[in-house]
């Protein structure tokens, strides 16, 4: 089996996250799988590989393998940390997860065609992007159904693979395929 390395960098920053930050080198983990995302909250990691869910400690410890699924594309986890939420693009589905894997709701929405980014922002709503649909949703956070349409076929706009909410910034950045970036400012 081929084995990946993942280097990890955090960013360090002083009181104020805002107006001082730094990188610095992080750790390396030796994987005996894909990694295809990554997300990290109070020392513990988890890594999808296209397939599994895995949830390591930051030595790269696998603590374990928490859900198994071929069409699973994207995944985000709460601030609270106890709910995971994850794309199907081939299902066309948005999934709820309790921390353990369990599932907890299912969603599906036509604007959502098919689900592949998604984020969770602070206040615990979930952001996701139907890729052909051009759209960018937000989601409550149950994971059970849509708040708003934030952003749908607009100039600029087209194929939104991937979202992300910067706190520093206060600004939702979306990438696109064919290697474009969007940013939008939140007011």
């Not at 513990?44 to 069409?71: H, T």
């Not at 948005?94 to 998604?118: C, I, K, Y």
């Amino acid at each position: 089996m081929v084995t990946h390395l993942v280097i990890i960098t955090f960013v360090k920053s002083s009181l104020s996250p805002v107006t001082r930050s730094e990188l610095f080198r992080g750790s390396k983990l030796q994987l005996q799988h894909d990694c295809r995302g990554i997300v990290h909250h109070e020392g513990e990691l988890f890594i999808y590989s296209g397939s599994v869910l895995f949830n390591y400690l930051l030595s790269g410890k696998i603590i374990s393998e928490l859900y198994e699924d071929r069409s699973m594309e994207r995944c985000a986890v709460s601030p609270t940390w106890d709910r995971l939420f994850r794309t199907t693009p081939s299902q066309h589905k948005l999934l709820a997860l309790a921390r353990d894997g369990t599932l907890l709701a299912t969603l599906t929405h036509p604007e959502l065609e098919p689900p592949h980014g998604v984020h969770v922002i602070p206040a615990c709503q979930v952001l996701v992007c139907g890729w052909r649909s051009h759209t960018m949703l937000q989601i409550d956070s149950e994971g059970r159904r849509k708040l708003a349409t934030l952003v749908e076929k607009m100039e600029g706009w087209r194929d939104p693979l991937s979202v992300c909410y910067s706190r520093t910034t206060s600004s939702i950045i979306v990438g696109q395929w064919r290697d474009n970036i969007l940013v939008f400012r939140v007011e």
